[in-house]
């Protein structure tokens, strides 16, 4: 067990006897902003993660930030578009404080519309982008454009359009868990221990029980454990239905490419080709519900990277230099489930981020905090851990 402390009365965290205030399970993307966000509040805080921090689905490489499309408006696209929008902010300022790069840019996204009939849809979706894609002084496009930016960037039939979205970003999953890892390294109030998990609960929902047989009890604990945290979560509720989500493989691969890092992202039927500021180019994802191997990669990733190949040219002759498999949170309605465990009002989901976890973990993990910091932070309907279990029920 490795124990990183902010301060010195934490020694010893996984053989204290007095309640520590905060305890977050799972140091990925979701409980790291946690830890950070509940540091900056004072709050007394230790996350532990049984594989180490970033060790999950957010210690990838693809780092898409892809908003909703802006069609049929409602309250979870306003709060991704707020989240989304706010992230830039956050990072600038988190890479202020750690003089860690994150790999952040507001970089864009194309996407070749091969038939007649998507123009149409697109310049829809342009006249509701122009409405909804905006906040003060702000706004963003979704724009049908009859030729790339730069030629090849992807290669389309003459005259084919393409929608150029100019509100999607990019990061670097690792840059930025490093550089949350190191905020929270910073922060007095947060620890991290990592090396050993989370097995299960006490009856009251009070104290968490490690792999290594010894117990911390807390005042509040926050679940950010991934596809694990669906079955942490059933563990404190012996009625409530079950699955309470699953885990959905990705694969994805980093081409080392000599290509302008400022090039927007790429999108076509699931296929994501994303330029990081690095000279690589990430391409993702596959999404597989059923798996053997979940952390291998397979024939299915060098079939995306063909494909990724033929639409841009320029990475036809890139070495691939990572191939990378991981395992996404998905819960029961799909989107993220988040707030208190309707049994223990003091445990509270922070998971089941999918696809987008990276555009909207810190403002989830502000919401999730709201409890103790007492900011008001409405979330959609839709996360809410109890609206998940509702409707799971009902389809039992
Ligand atoms: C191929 C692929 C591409 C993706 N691309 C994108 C993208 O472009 N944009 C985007 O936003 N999202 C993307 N995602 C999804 C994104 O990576 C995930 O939604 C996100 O990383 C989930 O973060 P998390 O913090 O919920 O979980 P994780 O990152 O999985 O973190 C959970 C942590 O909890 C720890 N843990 C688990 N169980 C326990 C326990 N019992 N005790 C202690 N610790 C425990 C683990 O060790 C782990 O570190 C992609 C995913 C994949 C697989």
Redesign the pocket.
């Known amino acids: 067990m490795e124990l990183i402390m902010g301060h010195a009365d934490t020694a010893g965290a996984g053989r204290r006897q007095s309640p520590v205030t905060l305890l977050i ?8 902003w946690a830890a950070v966000k509940a540091g900056r509040a004072g709050i007394d805080t230790l996350l ?19 908003p909703h499309m802006p069609d049929r408006w409602s309250a979870k696209k306003q709060f991704q578009f707020d989240a989304l929008l706010s992230l830039e902010e956050e990072i600038a300022a988190l890479e202020a404080e750690t003089g860690l790069d994150a790999g952040y840019r507001r970089c864009g996204r194309l996407i070749p519309l091969p038939k007649p009939h998507l123009v149409d849809i697109a310049l829809g979706h342009q006249r509701d982008a122009d409405i909804h894609w905006r906040q003060g002084s702000r706004s963003f496009a979704w724009n049908v454009i009859t030729a790339p930016l730069e030629a090849g960037w992807p290669v389309v039939e003459t005259g084919q359009p393409l929608v150029h979205d100019t509100f999607a970003a990019r990061v670097s ?1 690792r840059g930025l868990t490093a550089a949350l890892r190191r905020s929270a390294e910073r922060l007095a109030n947060v620890s991290i221990m990592e090396g ?4 299960g609960f006490d009856t009251a929902g009070s104290a968490a029980l490690l ?1 290594d047989g010894e117990r911390i009890a807390y005042g509040h604990c926050i679940v ?6 669906f079955d ?1 979560l059933a563990s404190l509720g012996p009625d409530l239905p079950r699955p309470l989500g699953q885990a ?5 691969a980093l081409l080392r490419a000599a290509i302008n890092p400022d090039l927007p992202l790429v999108f076509l039927d699931g296929l ?1 080709i ?1 330029p990081h500021g690095d000279g690589t180019v990430a391409i ?3 999404s597989e519900n059923s798996f053997d191997q979940p952390f291998d990669t397979d024939s299915q990733l060098e079939d995306l990277t063909a494909r990724a190949r033929a639409l841009v040219p320029s990475l036809h002759d890139a070495d691939v230099i990572a191939r ?6 998905k819960a029961i309605e799909r989107d993220p489930m988040v707030g208190p465990h309707p049994e223990h009002g003091n445990v509270l989901a ?12 810190h403002r989830l993990a502000e919401a999730v905090l709201a409890p103790l910091t007492g900011a008001s932070i409405s979330l959609p309907p839709g996360f809410d851990m109890a609206h998940h279990l509702a409707s799971a029920s009902r389809q039992r």
């Open positions: 399970v799972g140091g990925g993307i979701m409980g790291l532990i993660d049984g594989s180490g921090v970033a060790s999950g689905a957010s210690g990838g490489i693809l780092g898409a930030l892809m999953p050993t998990d989370v097995v792999s950010a454990a991934g596809h694990r945290s942490l959905v493989k990705g694969q994805a994501y994303v993702g994802s596959t990378w498999a991981g395992l996404r949170p922070l998971t089941g981020g999918f696809k987008v976890s990276f555009g909207l973990a």
